[in-house]
């Protein structure tokens, strides 16, 4: 194994550049890295919140409200389906998981069920989300079926935090994480950024958008009175007046491809919108079948107004008007742009740490991992003289190197535990040298050969080394896998360190001293007298 193969040289040659190509960005300022050839690599090493200050957010997932909610859009798309088939209903009453249809009319009971089955989709797992049963002669119960209702809380976070992703991202706040913590939390940390309240802002609008008809047949004092329609609801536009609007929604922003600031006929500000297939073809259908009438354009809400249908808009596309300013009206398109949440977010926890505490926790993790690094090379050379020690020392260079170059592709942040992981990398690198060489030592002092020595020094503490290495490895991806935030940081650190480690530490030290057993032919072995 000592025997200096040309791999060897290419291989370790190949790692130093690899290390200084992608290590050296962080080195430039961001106008540098910017001027750069575009085939150089430009991604650098993020900080983390605790090193660069800002914003920390925990998020809970209000699922129960998310399902009831859509329990509650049961009925309504059991009334809507019905009605269109010409099915008269008496009544529709919630029942657990579902609703119960009672019908006018039993002898039309097949119809209505044939009808009502066409609103059953498939759920995650690729079976239906729904069932419609027969209950007597004269009713028929629509529900979740279990394993959707099961679903619908881990679908919601992971919708959630995908939400939040592009909202953040479209707001250009750089370095964000948002991880999943537990069955229905997700962690925000937002570096840089110093304004946690800004962040819920941003975060805490669902963006729902709807537009709905507005019910010209009832009277909005009755419906205050108590006396609201039930296929109608009253919703205050922003001034807190009240509209009664029918409950079916024509088209809604799930259907919605894109949206831009744009000015209305008044060159007043307003955002345009513009729908996917499916829902150009429902919102023309629908302007068409209700011209004349009034329709409710209402985001989160609120109607934000009810103009006239005047014509059947078949294009697809429209503005919302409203008293939008333009920084307002920028924030709602990229709300709408990001898509509506699926449930509501709850701001459990928030925290804030400024730029000077992270300024003082990178420099105390420098001085700790210069201290740490000082010990361990005064430590090698003390031990195993300037050639052998010199190597490691070479060696755990190439190692740092070559973790910072591995976090920066990857995209990887630092945390102050991820410094913590770092020093610990380095004490696990040489800590394999230190195997090498007492071996080397052992063979050395039994009277075998240079030669002889250095080779079972490497081959018979392999072993021993590819062990503690997996060992550290499956305990860094349990941290990883179960652990969140500080510990998935120091996880990822010592993941990385382990693979650079052997690879610096062995393969350095066999091609080094390959050189050097070929120069200088010793007699005797340094590190064994």
């Not at 799930?254 to 499916?278: H, W, Y």
Request: charged share 20%.
């Amino acid at each position: 194994m000592i025997h200096l193969s040309r791999w060897k040289v290419i291989l370790l040659a190949l790692s130093v550049v690899f290390g200084v190509l992608f290590a050296y960005p962080n080195m430039l300022s961001q106008s540098q890295r910017e001027a750069l050839p575009g085939w150089l690599p430009k991604s650098v090493l993020n900080l983390g919140l605790d090193l660069q200050g800002g914003s920390y957010l925990l998020l809970e997932v209000d699922v129960p409200a998310m399902r009831e909610k859509r329990l509650s859009n049961l009925g309504e798309d059991a009334r809507t389906v019905l009605s269109e088939a010409g099915v008269a209903v008496n009544n529709i009453s919630r029942d657990g998981n579902g609703v119960v249809v009672t019908l006018a009319e039993p002898a039309q009971q097949d119809m209505a069920r044939r009808s009502m089955q066409a609103l059953i989709g498939l759920g995650t797992n690729g079976r239906p989300d729904r069932i419609v049963q027969q209950q007597g002669s004269d009713r028929l119960r629509y529900a979740f079926t279990d394993d959707a209702l099961s679903a619908m809380g881990p679908d919601a976070v992971a919708q959630s935090i995908e939400v939040v992703r592009r909202r953040l991202d479209s707001s250009g706040t750089k370095e964000i994480s948002i991880t999943r913590q537990g069955a229905d939390r997700i962690v925000v940390q937002a570096p840089g950024q110093s304004d946690p309240a800004e962040l819920e802002r941003l975060i805490g609008q669902t963006a729902q958008l709807t537009f709905q008809l507005v019910d010209v047949q009832n009277s909005v004092q009755d419906a205050l009175g108590g006396l609201v329609p039930p296929d109608s609801e009253l919703i205050p536009d922003e001034a807190g007046n009240p509209y009664l609007v029918k409950r079916q929604i024509l088209v809604s922003g799930e259907n919605l491809t894109k949206a831009e600031v744009t000015t209305d006929q008044n060159r007043q500000t307003a955002i345009g919108f513009r729908f996917d297939g499916v829902g150009a073809r429902r919102f023309g259908e629908a302007t068409a079948a209700n011209i004349g009438k009034p329709f409710a354009i209402i985001l989160d809400g609120k109607v934000i107004s009810a103009p006239n249908i005047n014509s059947a808009i078949t294009g697809g596309s429209g503005i919302i008007q409203g008293s939008f300013s333009i920084t307002e009206a920028s924030e709602m398109v990229n709300l709408l742009n990001g898509g509506a949440l699926p449930a509501p977010l709850k701001v459990e926890e928030r925290r804030t740490v400024g730029a000077e505490l992270g300024a003082d926790a990178i420099r105390n993790g420098a001085i700790s991992a210069a201290i740490g690094a000082a010990i361990i090379v005064l430590f090698m050379l003390l031990a195993y003289g300037i050639l052998f020690g010199g190597i490691s020392v070479i060696g755990l260079a190439l190692n740092g190197l070559l973790i910072v170059a591995c976090m920066s592709l990857f995209g990887a942040t630092l945390t102050l535990p991820g410094i913590a992981g770092l020093i610990l990398t380095f004490a696990v690198a040489v800590d394999a040298n230190v195997l090498i060489y007492e071996r080397m030592r052992d063979e050395a002092r039994s009277g075998r050969s240079v030669v002889a020595s250095m080779d079972a020094g490497f081959s018979k503490a392999m072993t021993t080394i590819i062990d503690a290495n997996v060992t550290t490895l499956a305990a860094a991806a349990i941290m990883f896998a179960f652990g969140a935030g500080p510990v998935r940081g120091f996880a990822w650190t010592l993941s990385i360190g382990v693979f650079t480690s052997v690879l610096s530490s062995v393969l350095v030290a066999q091609v080094l001293l390959a050189f050097w057993l070929k120069s200088a032919k010793p007699k005797k072995l340094p590190i064994a007298e």
